[in-house]
């Protein structure tokens, strides 16, 4: 599932890629980056909140892919509309949220799954981009 999920982002920007708005150098920026920083965050962010469950870290994994490509492709296209990206967030939570419920068996458990690993791992990347941001601007 987690290699069909990324092989689609790669197809859509190969059939695509003389009429995307991107380079692969700008897919590898805002696609790679921030899944990988994403999962690592969010897995840590289960950890402190307690969960144990293998199934459940691992599936954070591929719940994470199928959300975070496809928002970090959309926002090559919108990338300077703030109501774009909160929607988006709102959307990706509420997905998540689902998704965990059918691990966790617990909606508000799952809410709260979704709802902490997305504010966190959101304002890591606020943080990082204001920081990247500083530090070019210097």
Known sequence: ??????????LIVLANRDSLPFSSWEYTIFVWIPLIA??????GVLRLLGER?????????????????PL???LLYYPNNIVYVLVAEVLVVIVEAFCYRWLVGNFK????????????????????????LMVICK
């Open 38 to 43: 994403t999962i690592l965050i969010e897995y």
């Open 72 to 74: 970090n492709l959309s």
């Open 109 to 132: 458990q799952a809410f709260a799954y979704s709802l902490f690993c997305n504010l966190i791992s959101f304002l890591t990347g606020v943080l990082l981009i204001l920081v990247v």
């Open 53 to 69: 469950r293998k199934e459940v870290l691992f599936s954070s994994v591929l719940i994470n892919t199928f959300t975070n490509v």
């Open 1 to 10: 599932l987690l290699a069909a999920a990324l092989m689609m982002g790669h």
